[in-house]
């Protein structure tokens, strides 16, 4: 399996998860010239930008550890575009990474981090 069908695989996992929990799905993969938001939910009264991350093993790290800075940056000016293009400002908001781990019997297990990471 590719990464891109995994990657899919995740982002409808993470979509179906969230919606178990009580969640909104506001857009998904919603794209600006320059990022895209995985998932923007509503919990609440607040916006999450969630960042999903599918891996097989954790080799290269784990999924959080894969939004860095750089990444930070762009789902943080992708989520400023998302808030102001849906008059969305003022609303609180944070910012999610939902870890996927597909394991070797082809079971899946969800990690989500709530409030990974801040705006800058």
């Given at each position: ?17 969230l ?52 990444k ?33 019997n ?15």
């Open positions: 399996m590719n990464n891109k069908i995994l990657g899919n695989q995740g982002e409808a996992l993470a979509a179906n998860y919606i178990q929990h009580g969640y909104a799905i506001l857009a998904q993969n919603y794209r600006i010239r320059s990022a895209e938001l995985d998932l923007v939910v509503k919990d609440g009264n607040t916006v999450a930008f969630v960042e999903v991350k599918t891996r097989r093993n954790m080799h290269f790290g784990s999924g959080a550890e894969a939004v860095n800075y750089r930070q940056k762009k789902i943080i000016q992708a989520a400023q575009y998302f808030l102001q293009r849906w008059h969305l400002e003022g609303r609180p908001c944070r910012f999610d990474v939902i870890e996927i781990y597909k394991d070797t082809q079971l899946y297990r969800i990690h989500h981090l709530k409030n990974a990471f801040e705006s800058h």
